[in-house]
């Protein structure tokens, strides 16, 4: 199954942009990148999603690059909700079905 | 918007004994279900996933089974936990978008 890649942790300031890195070299053509943000104890929570060009929603942007092997989740003013981990899954087409498959995902700490 | 609900929301269960988890959707039609398991400080591990009534793919060999007896009822088992089953459980589902959905999650151990 596709695994992405993730540091493991990001530090931020407050009110300052964070961008989250994720590699995901086995992509193939028709899968789609999603990215969820983990609070402790929730269930994950859809951030936005891409799959060749970049895309703005109200909580973020995604900047998938040209030969989709990487992509950068940006958040433009970080503040201390934002504090979550953030997952990059490559969501694959099988049997019917998108497949959802986590990493380990980036753990972001955001300081006051 | 679609809606998932899990319950119980917390259980403690002895070795051996038989487990049911239960999640519903609400606000959508034909959904794909599936069940994800987060270990302790862990990433969330899919488990099984459906695409429709009776219809169920498993992930991972191991000491639990799911069924989908309705089109918006998923349900999680085992006839004997073992120590190793504790975590927490997510149910997601799809609306049309693609977006991943989550429940409350389960929150399991197993003593």
């Given at each position: 199954d596709a695994k992405t890649t993730q540091p493991n942790s990001m530090e931020s300031n407050e009110e300052e942009p964070v961008h989250l890195p994720c590699n995901?070299?086995?992509?193939?053509?028709?899968d789609y990148i999603h990215w969820y943000r983990q609070l402790p104890s929730q269930g994950p929570e859809y951030v936005i999603h891409g799959l060749t060009s970049n895309v703005n929603n109200r909580m973020a942007s995604l900047a998938i690059a040209e030969d989709r092997k990487s992509s950068t989740l940006i958040l433009h003013r970080a503040t201390l909700r934002d504090a979550a981990v953030y997952y990059c899954i490559q969501v694959h087409w099988t049997s019917g079905t998108y497949k959802y498959i986590f990493g380990t995902g980036t753990r972001l700490k955001v300081l006051a | 918007s679609q809606t998932i609900h899990q319950w119980p929301a917390t259980l403690v269960q002895p070795v051996g004994s038989p487990l049911s988890l239960e999640c519903t959707v609400e606000g959508t039609s034909n959904p794909n279900l599936y069940w994800y398991r987060q270990a302790a400080g862990r990433g969330l591990q899919l488990l099984f996933y459906s695409v429709g009534i009776g219809q169920i793919s498993s992930e991972v060999p191991q000491n639990l089974s799911a069924s989908r007896p309705q089109d918006r009822q998923f349900i999680l088992s085992s006839k004997k936990l073992l120590l190793s089953d504790s975590g927490f459980y997510l149910c997601a589902g799809t609306g049309g978008t693609g977006e991943l959905f989550f429940g409350e999650g389960s929150r399991l151990t197993v003593l």
């Open positions: 995901h070299s086995t992509i193939s053509g028709t | -």
